[in-house]
């Protein structure tokens, strides 16, 4: 385990306040929703995860989901260390939608599978995905090309990125479980993590859309976002990089 998987996973068990670990929980949940249509702020975000209470007092109401799914990222982050050791499999990212969308309207629409593998053709973007009679079999497919890859970079993570979007195995969720696998990965295999913010969404998103022919636009927004959690790195403790790739 490098020094930075480590220093989370301590400041994780220990509940401390206001380090690595605290930044990264609310950068990641804040972000990752906020693309997804989120009206949560960031200060609301945070409020959320310090006090485990909602009270947002001279500010607008917010969609009851997006408190629910704003708690249900942090346990899912939670997650993503306490699994850490394991490797990536389908049960594990199952597990990432059932965390994340418990609780919430969707859980509660019949054709919505929490935690599995979409019932529902549906399209992203104008675009088709995989159809559901093929999810299962896709990701098997997906999971045996991760597995065969001699050495994980940056640039086979953002290719296993857009595979992974391209299936869209779940009925809603998908970019959310996505960028929890590839922080996850970053980690598990030495490489530096990072945070895709909502301010570069259009950015990432046409990286995703052009990845086939153009894949450096998606592998640009990546190392970009990198260098931004590089920086948080060294802010608390220069020595969590070492022997971390910042590609």
């Known amino acids: 385990m490098n020094k930075l998987t480590a220093l989370l996973a301590d400041e994780q068990q220990s509940h401390r306040k206001g380090g690595l670990y605290h930044k990264t929980q609310v950068q990641l949940a804040y972000n ?83 935690g599995d593998w979409k019932r529902l053709t549906n399209e992203v973007g104008g675009r088709e995905t995989c159809r559901p009679a093929d999810v299962a079999e896709k990701m098997q497919a997906l999971s045996r090309w991760y597995a065969a890859q001699k050495e994980i970079t940056i640039r086979m993570l953002a290719e296993y990125h857009w595979r992974f979007e ?13 960028r ?44 970009s976002a990198q260098d931004t959690y590089n920086a948080w790195i060294k802010y608390f403790d220069e020595g969590l990089s070492e022997g971390l790739k910042l590609e």
């Open 32 to 114: 990752s929703n906020r693309i997804e249509g989120s009206k949560l702020t960031e200060e609301q975000t945070r409020y959320i995860f310090e006090t485990r209470m909602i009270g947002f007092k001279d500010q607008d109401a917010v969609p009851v989901d997006d408190i629910i799914e704003t708690s249900n990222h942090f346990i899912a982050f939670d997650y993503l260390l306490n699994t850490i050791g394991q490797a990536l499999s389908n049960d594990i990212i199952k597990e990432f939608h059932r965390i994340l969308k418990t609780g919430t309207a969707d859980s509660q629409k019949p054709y919505f599978n929490v």
């Open 166 to 178: 391209c299936i869209h195995p779940f009925q809603d969720g998908n970019g959310r479980v996505g």
């Open 180 to 223: 929890l696998i590839l922080f996850r990965e970053c980690l598990r295999h030495d490489i530096i993590p990072f945070v895709i913010d909502n301010k570069h969404k259009m950015y990432y998103y046409r990286g995703l859309s052009e990845f086939k022919n153009t894949p450096g636009f998606l592998i640009g927004t990546m190392q």
